[in-house]
């Protein structure tokens, strides 16, 4: 197999243990704390402003805004009127050159930022002045998926906490960068490592864990924030009933063409299987702080691609999964996709929000954005599937099973909706997802558990004849119906930020910030940051000024420009 037919994020896969060694001996040789002046305010972010983050316009206080994940910003100051005039206020380089997927948590004037390889960095949020550098100390082991990134920190009190690629959970003192507290969540030997960022909420730390391609047991896990003691785990791959109902169609009802018999005569042979059936968590749970309930969807089954090795379901990949904040108790779970052999995992964060039910009642609910293209909309109750939106990218060949020679399917594996968050406008009831359209024949082939090593039982590969490309698409989630539709000339992959101000900020991987209009869809402003802007956009005031900030360092997985910078935007005097 040619190495340059692989599609990017196979390539980020096989380079990810061999590249990672290299690159931590130049960026991580243990932890420094350079002081370049101080925070003179100890920052003390209580629970209350954790719960009250959604509706204040101040600071950014979660990865996604707040515990419902809308990643919408109240202000209006920056407004359809005069975003033209939107200029950088400050841009901060960082010491690391590669790919950028972080959202900056802002407190009081004082942003915390993340880099790959699991470097963190406190700046005066209108300056971009340095306060302190944090490094951490990596291990000798670290595998992951599709780059060295990290998403971003989780605030509480005054504490920061940080999952690393060696599968470790730290806590950093805000005020001064220190290590306060250090914990395994699992063993990178194993697979396992971390790229998500955590969710604090009544002293639990909650946190996932990547290694869907290599063989992991998925689960999240919570930690008290105090100590870093282990309070509950919850499985995503059970270790009974993982055979699941031996369901033939998708959530949405078409046939995926399984051999159900022979599946069930191979699990008879064998059944042990649920160590090594994946099932990642990449991205941050939402909370229900009504119900004391997490949400969070889970990731592909292992080996991605060869499904004979895992008969039945594999419970609960590709699925939406609600847990007890408290105990970790299962509650309910949807699976989108039964028995994937397409690596179509559920990996966009879902959002909490009132929708509309079959009968036209609001109700509490859950969407999600999938990799097939589709906005899925759950009543939060039960995780029953209220609607799913029209394809927002092409759909061919669905659901074509794997070959030797290679069969074409689209979705290509990343998407649809990849890691990208979706936010969500109350206004205009829309959801707004960031999709990719690569085209890709899908190949299968026998692959035993290799022992913590790279596991997809085949590949994936990019057409290269034909045009890949973009879309941030607007879904009405009360009718799943697309109110309108932006094309890019690459894939999308990021986040998106919704504002007051009838705005939605987005990256491109050439470089390209842009603001929408976000009832229609219109540009209304853009500039080139120098390397792919593919993190995720956040905004906030500081002495009643609206800031927007997105990290520029491009993306691994789909070898967009590499760059190190934090850019912050305001609007001109």
Not at 142 to 170: H, Q, S, Y
Not at 255 to 278: H, V, W
Not at 336 to 364: E, T
Not at 438 to 467: C, D, N, R
Request: charged share 20%; hydrophobic share 40%.
């Amino acid at each position: 197999m040619h190495p340059l037919t692989l599609h990017p994020r196979l390539l980020a896969l096989l380079a990810a243990s061999t590249l990672a060694a290299g690159a931590q001996a130049q960026e991580i040789q243990g932890q420094t704390n350079r002081q370049a002046t101080e925070i003179t305010k100890a920052p003390n972010v209580t629970q209350s402003n954790l719960n009250s983050a959604h509706g204040q316009g101040v600071n950014w206080l979660h990865t996604n805004g707040g515990y419902e994940q809308q990643r919408y910003y109240p202000g209006t100051q920056i407004n359809t009127g005069n975003v033209k005039k939107l200029k950088p206020a400050f841009m901060f380089q960082t010491e690391v050159r590669e790919s950028m997927e972080t959202a900056p948590i802002v407190v009081d004037g004082v942003m915390y930022m993340t880099t790959s390889f699991n470097h963190v960095y406190a700046l005066d949020a209108v300056t971009g002045r340095e306060f302190w550098h944090y490094k951490h100390k990596m291990g000798p082991i670290t595998t992951f998926c599709c780059g060295p990134n990290n998403r971003g920190v989780a605030i509480e009190g005054g504490k920061l906490f940080m999952g690393t690629l060696d599968a470790k959970l730290v806590s950093l003192d805000a005020k001064t960068g220190k290590l306060l507290w250090e914990t395994e969540i699992a063993d990178p030997e194993k697979g396992y490592s971390e790229t998500m960022s955590p969710t604090v909420v009544d002293g639990k730390v909650l946190i996932g864990t990547n290694g869907g391609e290599y063989g992991i047991r998925g689960f999240v896990k919570a930690f008290d924030s105090a100590s870093g003691k282990l309070l509950w785990t919850f499985y995503t791959i059970p270790e009974k009933g993982h055979e699941g109902v031996w369901a033939e169609n998708d959530l949405t009802g078409r046939n995926m063409k399984r051999d159900i018999p022979a599946e069930k005569t191979a699990l008879a042979r064998n059944s042990s299987f649920y160590q090594t059936l994946g099932g990642g968590v990449w991205m941050n749970p939402a909370v229900d702080l009504k119900t004391r309930t997490i949400f969070f969807v889970v990731g592909n089954p292992s080996p991605d691609l060869f499904g004979a090795e895992r008969p039945g379901d594999n419970l609960y990949t590709d699925s939406l999964v609600a847990v007890d904040l408290d105990s970790g108790a299962y509650k309910w779970h949807s699976q989108y996709i039964a028995h994937d052999v397409w690596d179509l995992d559920a990996v966009s964060p879902p959002i909490l929000v009132d929708v509309k039910d079959a009968n036209g009642r609001m109700v509490p609910g859950v969407i999600h954005g999938g990799k097939t293209g589709h906005v899925y909309v759950h009543n939060r109750a039960d995780g029953k599937l209220i609607r799913f939106s029209e394809a927002m990218i092409p759909q061919e060949n669905m659901w074509a099973l794997p070959t030797a020679t290679g069969a074409r399917m689209l979705p290509g594996a990343n998407g649809g909706v990849e890691w990208s968050p979706m936010a969500f406008s109350p206004k205009h009831r829309l959801a707004y997802a960031l999709n990719l359209h690569q085209p890709m024949t899908y190949h299968v082939e026998t692959a035993a558990y290799p022992g913590g090593k790279l596991w997809l039982g085949g590949a994936f590969k990019t057409i290269e004849s034909e045009k890949q490309w973009g879309r941030l698409a607007a879904v009405n989630i009360d009718t799943g119906k697309m109110a309108w539709k932006f094309d890019t000339e690459q894939p999308l992959i990021g986040g998106a930020l919704a504002t007051a101000g009838d705005l939605v900020f987005y990256g491109e991987g050439n470089g390209m910030f842009r603001a929408l209009h976000a009832g229609t869809g219109k540009m209304l402003w853009e500039f080139n940051c120098g390397a792919g802007a593919n993190a995720m956009p956040v905004s906030y005031t500081v002495n009643g000024k609206q800031y927007v900030a997105m990290g520029c360092g491009g993306n691994t997985q789909l070898d967009f420009k590499r760059g190190n910078t934090m850019v912050v935007f305001a609007l001109a005097e």
